[in-house]
């Protein structure tokens, strides 16, 4: 199984972004989805998830800035992120049971 994240980069404050998450090898639809993220010398914290039934769940901070979806035909996790805020910035991880992508980096300047 592989989760490939993509999408980051760097945005100034009030920007958007969309992360990508691509999953190979596993049974997509029967799983629940999540991204993750951390900031530097701050611990990994749950951003959002989706269950099969595309019900989400999103942290406090994220205050109805970002929205998270699948694909379940083309097996794709996404992360539309608005109102980006320089707090925003850290490594943003997709995850699945118990595995992981490999990151992607948000950066957003002020």
């Known amino acids: 199984v592989q989760l490939q994240a993509s999408g980051g980069g760097q945005v100034q404050a009030g920007g958007s972004l969309r992360l990508s998450c691509k999953a190979v090898?596993?049974?997509?639809?029967?799983?629940?989805f999540a991204w993750y993220r951390q900031a530097p010398g701050k611990q990994r914290e749950l951003v959002a998830d989706?269950?099969?039934?595309?019900?989400?769940n999103y942290a406090d901070f994220v205050e109805g800035r970002f929205s998270i979806s699948r694909d379940n035909v083309w097996r794709m996790l996404y992360l539309q992120m608005n109102s980006l805020k320089p707090e925003d910035t850290a490594v943003y991880y997709c995850?699945?049971?118990?595995?992981w992508g490999q990151g992607t980096l948000v950066t957003v300047s002020s």
């Open positions: 995850n699945s049971q118990q595995w």
């Open positions: 090898g596993m049974n997509f639809r029967i799983f629940r």
């Open positions: 989706i269950d099969v039934n595309h019900d989400q």
